[in-house]
């Protein structure tokens, strides 16, 4: 079974620039997730989504993140204009279902770093 | 709000050696418990997880058991491996959803 799919898997930008970030999830999976994991501490969620739907986007930035999931499946979080306190790794995940019984599966990241 | 305290790292092993790394945690009713795995230049991986007290979860000869009474879910392996180097997460999510509220992590180096 394919895993969480990411792209890319590093960048490096200047402050001010923007940046987009892809995700794809397992198939078949409702929930998707952003997190962004700064040097040294644990993943914070960004927002999540059920199917083409937010459910929590209470910790986004709002005024230069965005996210959106067309269709209900792949996922792109925007960054813009960055800032250099937004040098992170963004993790996207998925699960079947909300609930606390489901698994949340995570990709493997996109490193951001702003100059 | 919800919150999750580990042990800072690095934790440094022997192979062979035992293996403790505290976790406490702070919610509001009643979460499920998770010990996460970051591999070195990997994603995060789930390594175990309870879902009530004194629920013990167990994978790969690593072990926690939920400790209500003491708010803690501490990792524990008998015998660690060069393998098992990497980060370990703590984290929990409240009873109903499966949001994720984690720990800083602690880094484990283990040397031959």
């Known amino acids: 079974e394919a895993g969480v799919a990411q792209s890319p898997r590093y960048k490096i930008i200047e402050k001010r620039q923007s940046v987009a970030f892809w995700c794809n999830p397992i198939?078949?999976?409702?929930?998707l997730y952003w997190y962004q994991q700064i040097l040294g501490q644990g993943p914070k969620l960004l927002i999540q989504f059920q199917n083409n739907g937010v459910v929590d986007d209470s910790q986004l930035p709002k005024d230069r993140f965005s996210a959106e999931r067309l269709k209900g499946v792949d996922s792109t979080l925007k960054i813009q204009p960055a800032k250099l306190e937004d040098s992170a790794v963004y993790l996207c995940a998925s699960s079947l279902a909300t609930g606390s019984g489901n698994t949340i599966y995570f990709g493997e990241g996109s490193w951001l770093t702003v100059v | 709000g919800n919150s999750v305290t580990q042990m800072e790292g690095p934790v440094t092993l022997s192979e062979e050696a035992f293996l403790t790394i505290n976790c406490t945690y702070t919610a509001t009713g009643y979460p499920s418990l998770f010990w996460y795995v970051q591999y070195p230049g990997e994603g995060l991986q789930l390594l175990l997880k309870a879902t009530k007290a004194d629920d013990k979860g167990s994978n790969k000869g690593f072990e926690a058991t939920y400790r209500k009474e003491t708010t803690s879910f501490h990792l524990e392996k008998g015998s660690v491996q060069v393998s098992d180097s990497a980060v370990y997460f703590c984290a929990l999510s409240e009873r109903g959803y499966s949001t994720l509220t984690f720990g800083k992590g602690t880094m484990l180096l283990v040397s031959p």
């Open positions: 198939s078949g999976h409702a929930t």
